[in-house]
């Protein structure tokens, strides 16, 4: 975000920057955002914020393509600021549903704030012509399933491929983002004494009917700053993700791998049901620092490296582990209903590279297992090149390793694993698979 803005905010100027930070730049949304909101010093501003670049991501496809109907010149090569501005505009009017008017007048002032009052004509003019020819515009749009769903072909063609009865519900899923689900630490907390902290606090929850540690909220909410998650009496994490700690199946004085650890949830996840020996291991020193904060702030200790999973020898001594997750590096495109940048940032050619690094640490990791021990595989990809392949792959080449099978209220059969989709259980897309080393 080089341009400056005055030092009295505008969100929706502000919201601009960010999005072209996303979109043109290739910042992730969550890096984005954050410095943006340590500008706003009003929750309904941090608020709004939130909303304009989560559904500015979400649908840029669509809105981007958009424009060029709009404009004689494109803004896209030369004021990147401006066309995110746009693309907004359009957001507000079409997603946020927001008063049409004030959303046009809003974005011709954030054309100010961002001194590029030379555009502000332009800002209004563009988006009183889509009020005018809204309907006819919408719809030609909608002819093309890119524009109509905002995500990009590649995508649609891979999900049509490995799921064709669940293509338009899989579509529609990752453009409504649900609710934060939270975990709570039975170590400081029970469920039921939590949803009344949390209802005191402001914030309505439901106990998830399957999962023994989840709330659902019944809302937006900004978790983070509410005592009861200060107190590291509950951590956000969505369901799906908190499936790891009942498949893993850890008990008292096990010894207990994390191989691709970072932010930690599930490494934390697994102490507050045990007391376990673990070590939570990390590639990136950056994202070390997630992780430690995490166990600080939930009273927990593990033993923490920074290591790459696929060379076990330069972390790894002599002790195996009897229980092993593996939360693989993958395409997240199980989660882009919670991280809707995926959709611009991820590429079809990532996908025979991430699947080869997935065999690549599991084969790597395989050795540091007891024998009669459980390496749990996870990915939050929809994609079976991810998924199951990577592990019939694996089975097929490893003689001392069996599936484990296990059943769900929710998810498909998927190969050696278990494949939940986006929606399902109220849960973001995860796949599971368990692997017992023969003893």
């Known amino acids: 975000m080089r341009e400056g803005i005055p030092q009295t905010v505008d969100v ?32 309904r501003d941090r608020a709004l914020l939130t909303a304009l670049v989560n559904e500015g991501a979400r649908w840029w496809l669509r809105f981007d393509v958009a424009l060029d109907g709009l404009l ?12 995110a501005l746009l693309v907004l505009g359009l957001v507000q009017i079409e997603i946020l549903e927001l008063p049409q008017h004030a959303a046009v007048a809003a974005s011709v002032e ?18 009183r012509r889509w009020l005018r020819e809204r309907e006819a515009l919408n719809a030609r749009l909608d002819e093309d399933p890119v524009t109509r769903h905002a995500f990009p072909r590649w995508l649609i063609d891979a999900i049509a491929r490995d799921w064709p009865q669940q293509v338009d519900t899989l579509l529609d899923a990752g453009n409504n983002a649900p609710p934060p689900m939270l975990r709570v630490n039975r170590r400081r907390v029970s469920r039921e004494v939590a949803v009344e902290l949390l209802r005191a606090q402001g914030a309505e929850t439901v106990a998830h009917p399957w999962l023994n540690d989840a ?8 978790v983070a700053r509410l005592p009861v998650f200060r107190e590291g009496r509950v951590s956000v994490q969505d369901g799906a993700a908190q499936l ?15 191989a691709c650890a970072a932010p930690g949830g599930k490494a934390c996840h697994l102490l507050e049901r045990a007391d376990v020996s673990l070590l939570a291991l990390e590639r990136d020193p950056r994202r070390v620092a997630r992780i430690r904060e995490n166990l600080q702030r939930l ?43 995926i959709k611009l940032h991820r590429r079809a050619t990532d996908i025979a590279a991430l699947a080869s690094k997935q065999s690549r640490l599991l084969r790597a990791l395989w050795p540091s297992l007891k024998p009669g021990g459980r390496l749990l595989y996870a990915t939050c990809s929809l ?6 392949c990577v592990l019939d792959a694996f089975l097929r080449e490893q003689a001392d390793a069996e599936p484990m099978h296990f059943a769900l209220d929710f998810g498909h059969v998927a190969g050696a694993g278990r494949q ?12 599971y698979a368990a692997i017992r080393k023969r003893a």
């Open 12 to 43: 929706r100027a502000l919201a601009a920057q960010t999005l072209a930070a996303v979109a043109f730049e290739g910042a992730s949304l969550r890096e984005a955002v954050a410095p943006a909101h340590a500008r706003l010093g009003d929750s």
């Open 72 to 83: 004689e010149r494109p803004l896209r090569t030369r004021e990147h600021v401006l066309h």
């Open 110 to 127: 954030a054309a100010r704030a961002l001194r590029r009052s030379p555009f502000a004509n332009l800002v209004n003019a563009v988006l």
């Open 215 to 222: 709330l659902t909220l019944g809302h937006h909410a900004d």
């Open 244 to 258: 790891a700690a009942d498949l893993l199946d850890v008990h008292e004085g096990m010894r207990v791998l994390d």
């Open 299 to 341: 009273g927990l200790q593990c033993e923490w490296r920074i290591g790459d999973a696929g060379e076990p020898a330069t972390w790894c001594g002599e002790q195996p582990f009897d229980r092993i997750l593996l939360d693989a590096p993958c395409s997240a495109t199980g989660v882009i209903r919670r991280h809707p940048d």
């Open 383 to 388: 994609l079976r090149a991810e998924n199951e």
């Open 420 to 431: 939940i989709l986006p929606g399902e259980g109220g849960l973001d897309g995860m796949y």
